[in-house]
């Protein structure tokens, strides 16, 4: 199994990345089942279908033992999390993690470095705080471009209303694409001025 820091790297400048940090999520745990008092178990992290890393769990009451060994160095380290729950609106229980460091309720955890904790503590950055405003307006609209059923690009033009979606619906969609398309739009023809002034220099 591969060990933990045997994963990605930040792929920029400053803070790494959430993505970059071998996430370990209570809610993916609690869908696979395996969220059960004494259950031993792997969890793997796969980049393009291959293991980049992976770690062993122990399920304790109201804690999770996980155990990895650093590639780094070899040494193997154990670390105990603690759980919680919180009852859901309709019934039944949502799990949580209560991070190492503040104490605060996760439901992810990151391992930037030796030990897992929360965003927050670990000093991560989610991949879109890189993004400029044009940026996220363009991955916002493809978002609404995926839900109206349009081809993915703000180029592409829009492609109708969908079959049986309420009139209402579809007009509220496609007036907030068309808004973030204009911010995109605006802020690609602002670099290629800026690019133009910098060629004409």
Known sequence: ???????????????????????????????????????????????????????????????????????????????????????CHLGGQRYWFTCPRCRKRVAVLYAPGRYFACRQCGGLGYATQKEGAGDRASTKADKLRKRLGWQAGILNGGGGKPKGMHLKTYQRLKSNHDALVQVSLHDIGRKLGFLHKLLEE
Do not use: H
């Open 1 to 87: 199994m591969g060990g933990r820091g045997s994963g990605r790297q930040c792929s920029y400048g400053g803070k790494p990345e959430t993505s970059d940090s071998m996430p370990l999520d209570i809610r993916k745990i609690t869908r696979k089942g395996l969220l059960v008092t004494g259950n031993r178990f792997s969890w793997q992290w796969l980049v393009n279908d291959r293991q980049v890393a992976g770690i062993s769990v122990r399920v304790d009451l109201q804690s999770m033992v996980l155990s990895y060994c650093m590639k780094s160095t070899g040494e193997v380290v154990e670390q105990q999390v603690q759980t919680q729950t919180s009852p």
